[in-house]
């Protein structure tokens, strides 16, 4: 069965910084990867999916995520970010063709100092 | 285009009761999940239905029914509420089963006393 693994529980970065959250994950084959945010109080809302095709994938809001199947890894990156970014990020994995085997991992919170 | 819609957002119940989440779907999708949400552990599948007319067993449906009304909604029921269903439910749609990308609500927080 997949599993996901986000290293780090809370990130603290200043306001104009640079961030990357890390996302490993286990799976026998090719996955599909993506990227959930959640702002307090809110739901889910997708930045970015990966299926195939270029490694690097382009999401909303300025962000991006890189595939490494060698490293088993799917890190968010954002080169500056903005005190709105505040929120926990949600790596996930949907194996194969059904839904429900998604997986998500345990989330990132990001605070942003000013 | 509201997309998906959970009531009610708030609910408190009393150990022993019952009670309903309802979650309807204006996307058009065929497939519906719920899922719960608690601190340090990510969102886990309590049920999901792949179309109308079906549902199974997620990761974590003891205590939990289901019903898929219609292709638009989609209801958890927690038959005798427990401390231990405390959480955040979150409904969520996708295309169809091979779809691959999953629509949530805005979430629905229950704590049971």
């Known amino acids: 069965a997949q599993s996901v693994t986000q290293p780090d529980i809370h990130i603290t970065v200043s306001e104009g910084a640079s961030l990357e959250l890390r996302c490993n994950y286990s799976?026998?084959?090719?996955?599909?990867l993506f990227w959930y945010v959640q702002s307090p109080g809110q739901g889910l809302q997708l930045l970015l999916k990966?299926?195939?095709?270029?490694?690097l994938v382009q999401g909303i809001k300025g962000f991006e995520a890189e595939f490494k199947r060698s490293q088993s890894s799917f890190n968010l990156r954002k080169p500056s970010v903005h005190w709105s970014d505040a929120a926990e990020y949600f790596c996930a994995v949907g194996a194969g063709n059904y839904g429900q085997n998604f997986v998500f991992g345990p989330g990132t919170r990001l605070s942003v100092l000013p | 285009n509201a997309g998906v819609t959970q009531t009610p957002k708030f609910q408190v119940l009393k150990t022993g009761q019952s009670m309903t989440l309802q979650c309807a779907q204006d996307?058009?999708?065929?497939?519906m999940y719920w899922y719960r949400q608690d601190p340090g552990m990510g969102l886990r599948l309590i049920y999901y239905s792949a179309s109308e007319g079906t549902t199974d067993k997620g990761e974590v449906p003891n205590g939990y029914n289901v019903s898929r009304l219609n292709k638009r909604e989609f209801s958890l029921r927690l038959e005798s509420a427990a401390p231990s269903q405390t959480s955040v439910y979150f409904c969520?749609?996708?295309?169809?089963?091979?779809?691959?990308?999953?629509?949530f609500g805005e979430g629905s927080w229950l704590t049971v006393v």
């Open positions: 799976y026998g084959a090719t996955p599909y």
């Open positions: 969520a749609t996708n295309r169809d089963i091979s779809g691959n990308t999953i629509y």
């Open positions: 996307m058009n999708h065929n497939s």
């Open positions: 990966y299926f195939s095709g270029d490694t």
